[in-house]
């Protein structure tokens, strides 16, 4: 596998680390169960990480130096592939070990890409995200949209995967129609397998106790958000339904859980979109109600969601949405962006609540729902809960994929036979 921006061991919450990182993680880990060795290859960006990583005894991670062993953003990765695939290449020893090569995002696709075209191998592809989808979206929602020439590169990077590729993951039928509309691509081509949750790591702790550890009122009404403190995430239509709630709701209160914005090792990229809403908090006179914790660890969350009233995902745009699977499984009402893969995910007024996207006043009106009928909000948790516990476990997604390598393997033996 490659995955370039995204280290699938990197701390949760800052802007290497999101959606693609749990998944990549948990899938090698399952994967390994059943008998595969797992490789994910990714950019060496900090001096304090090890080469060499395992998640699992059949899956490790490979750090490969591409650049600055520091953070850089995803528009400057074009300059360093040549380097990072001749260290991938220096890592084999110039020799092809793998059946197959696996492709995450469009950043580890290209390279997935080169990997495959060298040794003739298959390649698989997860983008997790689409540029034109992407584009569109930050033209429309964001506040600073001047990236014109990284979307047309990235573009076009994804076009030269898709027609490549012998086979393409979604993660929901939204994005396969996106890749047949935007990219041309053949439906055959793509296979949707949603993403998953590992129900172990999400314990029903008791929520007094756990807002005891946090500090915070028994009476109160606290929202959550779990994510990268990013434009397309929606934060700020959080901030601006709080504005609107705070005379309707004692004692409430948001958590912006997510984000490298405190100490020596503060990412300046999460520091900036810090300020911009810290400031936004402060301007819409709620900046007492709104609490930044910064980016937490993942064996702390279960903690912070088990704390929470309303779980809280007003993304933009969504490709899947694996932190919904995350609150669903701690049993804690959610109220998320009507959106590509969250309105797959998330089942209208039956596993949780949906609202207009950037819309405060939208997302007041649901959270006010929650708030004044406790049996709705047990009813949306339980039924979330025995969604994610049937439907979304990681040994039957892995299974699943199992099985399209097993079939991508038999049809390249096939071939050299020929």
């Known amino acids: 596998m490659f995955s370039i921006h995204s280290d699938p061991l990197a701390p949760l919450g800052s802007q290497e680390c999101g959606g693609q990182n749990i998944y990549i993680k948990y899938l090698a880990e399952e994967l390994g169960k059943l008998g595969w060795q797992v490789d994910i290859f990714t ?4 001096l304090h990480k090890k080469k060499i990583a395992f998640i699992s005894k059949n899956s490790r991670v490979i750090r490969l130096k591409g650049g600055p062993t520091a953070y850089v953003s995803k528009q400057t990765l074009f300059g360093f592939f040549p380097e990072l695939f001749k260290n991938f290449l220096k890592f084999t020893n110039f020799k092809n070990c793998y059946d197959l090569f696996h492709g ?3 950043d580890g696709g290209a390279m997935a890409l080169m990997a495959s075209q060298k040794f003739k191998k298959s390649l698989v592809q997860n983008f997790h995200s689409i540029g034109i989808v992407r584009m569109e979206t930050k033209k429309r929602f964001s506040h600073n949209s001047t990236e014109d020439e990284y979307f047309a590169k990235r573009i076009n990077t ?7 590729a012998a086979a393409i ?10 890749l047949r509309r935007f990219y041309g691509c053949v439906r055959e081509k793509v296979h949707v397998i949603r993403g998953g949750v590992n129900m172990k790591h999400w314990p029903l702790l008791d929520k007094d106790a756990s807002r005891g ?13 779990v994510g990268r403190l990013e434009w397309r995430k929606g934060i700020g239509t959080i901030i601006s339904a709080v504005r609107l709630l705070k005379e309707n709701i004692f004692g409430l209160k948001a958590l912006i859980v997510g984000g490298k914005i405190f100490g020596p ?22 900046g007492d109600l709104v609490d930044f914790t910064g980016s937490v660890d993942h064996g702390r969350l279960p903690v912070y969601y088990r704390a929470a009233d309303v779980f809280v995902i007003p993304s933009y745009y969504e490709p899947f949405g694996l932190v919904a699977l995350e609150g669903m499984a701690s049993k804690v009402p959610v109220v998320a962006s009507n959106v590509d893969g969250l309105a797959a995910t998330v089942q209208d007024r039956k596993t949780g609540l949906l609202f207009e996207p950037r819309n405060a006043l939208s997302l007041a009106q649901k959270i006010m729902t929650i708030y004044n009928s406790k049996d709705i909000s047990a009813n949306l948790a339980n039924n979330a809960y025995d969604e994610v516990s049937s439907n979304y476990s990681w040994k039957k ?6 099985d399209l390598y097993d079939l991508l ?3 390249n033996m096939k071939k050299s036979v020929e």
């Open 43 to 46: 950019r060496w960006d900090n």
């Open 104 to 106: 995450h995002y469009w």
């Open 158 to 164: 994804e076009n030269n995967i898709i027609k490549h």
């Open 169 to 178: 993951i979604s993660l929901a039928e939204s994005e396969k129609e996106n």
């Open 213 to 225: 550890i946090l500090n915070i009122d028994k009476k109160a009404f606290v929202l959550l958000f």
């Open 265 to 286: 090792r503060a990412n300046g990229a999460d520091s900036k979109e810090y300020n911009r809403l810290h400031k936004k908090a402060q301007e819409e006179g709620v």
């Open 397 to 402: 997604i892995a299974g699943k994929i199992s």
């Open 409 to 411: 393997i038999n049809e």
